[in-house]
């Protein structure tokens, strides 16, 4: 069983469209991240939200932690094709374990 | 800062053979891990270090996969005898404390046939 489902799994769109992709869980997180992952690297650190409820900006990301801290969500406003990548969220578990990843979202935005 | 190194990039080996993987982390970095990402799939992790003691190993199969950490710093990760299933990228990541942000390198891309 999938711990953190992330949705949708593949996303194709055109350059200056919004998306939005989901991570979601049953478990109750201490914190989690996203990552992007480009082909050929290694994942790459986005954010950190630790608070239910919390929301952080970067840039023209906005990244949503769940009030029960057990989902989050990614809004891209005005997507351009240098946000294409695999798009990874990771739960901190806590005490009860390391970080869970997700299978991602693999999102590829056309000029 | 220099980010974290691995070497090999790339490894075709046949099934049975042995392979090893070289990562050296962040200075300063106290925590290094080993992930497998399958295609398709995200990290998983297969063991953690804090400093130079195993932190956790619970998902490394241990009858094939080895790591060391020498003196706290450089890691490799072994692979004897590596089978079709091992085919995937080895990422190794580092933290400066556990539940830190993770650094990951560019991973070394396995192929086993």
């Known amino acids: 069983t999938q711990l953190l489902e992330q949705s949708p799994q593949f996303l194709s769109i055109q350059e200056g469209e919004n998306l939005t992709v989901y991570c979601n869980s049953s478990?109750?997180?201490?914190?989690l991240q996203w990552y992007r992952q480009e082909p050929g690297e290694g994942p790459v650190l986005l954010v950190t939200?630790?608070?239910?409820?919390e929301v952080k900006k970067l840039k023209r990301l906005t990244f949503q932690f769940g009030d029960a801290r057990k989902d989050s969500s990614l809004h891209i406003t005005a997507a351009q094709t240098g946000d294409t990548g695999l798009y990874l969220c990771?739960?901190?578990?806590?005490?009860?374990?390391?970080?869970?990843f997700g299978k991602g979202t693999k999102l590829s935005v056309k000029p | 800062e220099a980010g974290v190194a691995q070497s090999p990039r790339y490894k075709i080996i046949e099934k049975r053979q042995s392979v090893a993987f070289w990562c050296n982390p962040i200075?300063?970095?106290?925590?290094l891990y080993w992930y497998q990402q399958i295609l398709g799939q995200g990290p998983k992790l297969l063991i953690q270090?804090?400093?130079?003691?195993?932190?956790?190993d619970s998902q490394l199969p241990k009858d094939r996969f080895s790591a060391e950490r020498l003196k706290g710093v450089d890691s490799t990760l072994k692979i004897q005898p590596a089978k079709l299933e091992d085919s995937a990228v080895y990422l190794c990541?580092?933290?400066?404390?556990?539940?830190?942000?993770?650094?990951f390198g560019n991973g070394t891309r396995l192929t086993v046939t």
């Open positions: 478990s109750v997180f201490s914190s």
């Open positions: 270090f804090q400093n130079n003691g195993v932190v956790d």
């Open positions: 990541a580092s933290s400066l404390f556990s539940r830190g942000a993770l650094h």
């Open positions: 939200v630790v608070t239910g409820g």
């Open positions: 990771a739960g901190d578990r806590g005490s009860q374990g390391n970080l869970i």
């Open positions: 200075s300063g970095h106290a925590t």
